[in-house]
């Protein structure tokens, strides 16, 4: 879905930011960096399934049993096809915080060592803002990691702007379509498939611009 409600002026000027992003040239000292989160309800089996065999399909009982949600946390790296990912128990402030260091301090570094800070496009999301960094790491750290962030922020009800969201589908669609209800289990295997696309480096071929936005919601630039 493109997008819900109102294509507002303020909208626009937000769509606008990050398609101009998008189109800029890879920068290795500051780069662009999409970062978004996902829950995953654990739901584990009530009769063990019987395992395939040959000629015979794997059976799954339709009952299932709710474990409890967990997290997972992305940081994309778009220009190249690298991604940074969390599995965790909450959604806290402090969580945000806690990724967003450890990304800037050891990922980065290991993959970009010319970066001094990063442009990153996020959603809304209160936990997303630098006001997370000082509920989590002394003022000085705080200001520290903050100053190291460019934040753009997606328009409201515009996640298809946000391009961590292909990547969350990604690993969603490849690793999390099954019943799993271990985080261990979950952490081994979303880091198995980010390995696998690392070593690719999986990229996103984005090819919608500031001028296909203005042609598409013609009708919503024309009220502007």
Known sequence: MWCIGDITVQYIAQ?????????LAANETCP?????EKSYQMIGHTIEPIEMKPGQSKKISEK???????????AFLPMWGLRFVWVGPKRRSTDF??????????FLPSVLPKAKGIRMVCD???T????????????AQALDLGNRIQFHYTPVNASWLNMAEME?????????????DNQKFITSEVQTLVKERN????????IFAPIDAREKFSRAYSKI
């Open 15 to 23: 769509m606008e930011e990050i398609l101009h992003l998008y189109g």
């Open 32 to 36: 662009l960096v999409c970062f978004d």
């Open 64 to 74: 299932y049993v709710r474990g409890g949600t967990i997290q997972i946390l992305v």
């Open 97 to 106: 915080a806690a990724f967003i260091k450890d990304f800037l301090d050891n």
């Open 124 to 126: 809304n999301l209160n």
């Open 128 to 139: 997303h803002k630098k006001g997370s960094l000082y509920k989590m790491y002394s003022p």
């Open 168 to 180: 969350i589908y990604a690993i969603s669609r490849i690793c999390l379509k099954r019943r799993m």
């Open 199 to 206: 070593n690719k480096r999986t990229k996103v071929n984005w």
